[in-house]
């Protein structure tokens, strides 16, 4: 049991990979409570494959991916609010318009005959082989997210507690959703460079979603999303090790077990307490 743990730390690509999947949970696991909250993941969906684009310039140009997918996201943005208001269309709407021409664009330049080998890492992630950059930018980027987070903790939970009444305690709806939104397209592009487009939303929204089934303080829920997406990190990394799966589908394949394991025990606890409560009821009349 002890060599099942230990071969494969004695591998310098799986430590810098385990170091990864630390930095993705750190930012994904507590953010993601807010994407919860404040219901925008379908918002985490779509930033994470409308950066696609910028992802594949940046691989061209021989450049970090997170150099090309900061512009990516901004570029996304701001043509969802500029679709978005225009008359007729919807932000559903101008979210799904932008999104799919984004990400056919980028498969476009993707499968473009000048398209270095292995392009296609960036649809899944390449969680094994980050690069020295590529760990110190996650490491900045999930550090600036944890610290904003705990800027804005107390405006985050007051608007998400009673959004109609949060003016009159000094916090903002609308500076509470522009900062969820940023700070969700940093988490975005600290997850996208291991997990991929297509992968990433399970890092920010699957830990938090079981986070949520387990506990009833913010706080907790925020420390608890963090630790289960770096379980599921490691063991998704463990399993693609030992069984020879691809290490991004593997961790999300490993969030989503979690996630059903989560529901099944909170579901049965809530069975119980209901056989608790008829019980003592009928304890009670007896």
Excluded at 99 to 121: K, R, Y
Excluded at 133 to 155: C, K, M, N, P
Excluded at 251 to 270: E, K, N, P, Q
Aim: hydrophobic share 60%.
């Amino acid at each position: 049991m002890l060599d099942f743990v230990t071969d494969p730390l004695g591998q310098e690509f799986i430590r810098r990979a385990l170091l990864e999947v630390v930095l993705i949970s750190l930012a994904s696991g507590a953010l993601g409570c807010w994407v919860v909250f404040y219901g925008v993941s379908y918002a985490a969906e779509s930033l994470s494959h409308a950066i696609f684009p910028g992802l594949v310039l940046a691989a061209l140009a021989g450049v970090p991916i997170l150099v090309g997918g900061a512009p990516g996201i901004v570029l996304a943005a701001v043509a969802i609010a500029l679709i978005g208001r225009t008359p007729g269309i919807g932000r559903d709407t101008a979210v799904a318009v932008v999104v799919t021409g984004l990400f056919g664009l980028g498969a476009l330049l993707a499968l473009s005959p000048s398209s270095p080998p292995g392009i296609q890492g960036l649809l899944f992630g390449d969680i094994l082989a980050p690069s020295d950059s590529d760990l110190i930018l996650s490491a900045v980027l999930a550090a600036g997210v944890l610290a904003a987070l705990g800027v804005l903790h107390w405006r985050l939970l007051t608007v998400a507690f009673d959004r109609t009444t949060s003016r009159s305690m000094g916090a903002s709806p609308t500076v509470a959703d522009v900062s969820v939104l940023v700070l969700l397209a940093a988490a975005v592009l600290v997850a996208v460079q291991g997990l991929g487009t297509l992968l990433a939303v399970a890092a920010l929204v699957g830990p938090a979603a079981i986070a949520r089934e387990l506990t009833r303080r913010v706080g907790a829920m925020m420390v608890v999303a963090s630790v289960i997406g770096i379980a599921a990190g490691v063991a998704g990394i463990y399993l693609s090790y030992y069984a020879g799966l691809a290490a991004g589908a593997s961790i999300a394949g490993c969030i989503v077990v979690a996630y059903l394991a989560a529901v099944g025990f909170s579901a049965t606890r809530s069975r119980w307490g209901r056989q608790a409560i008829s019980t003592r009821l009928a304890g009670e009349a007896a």
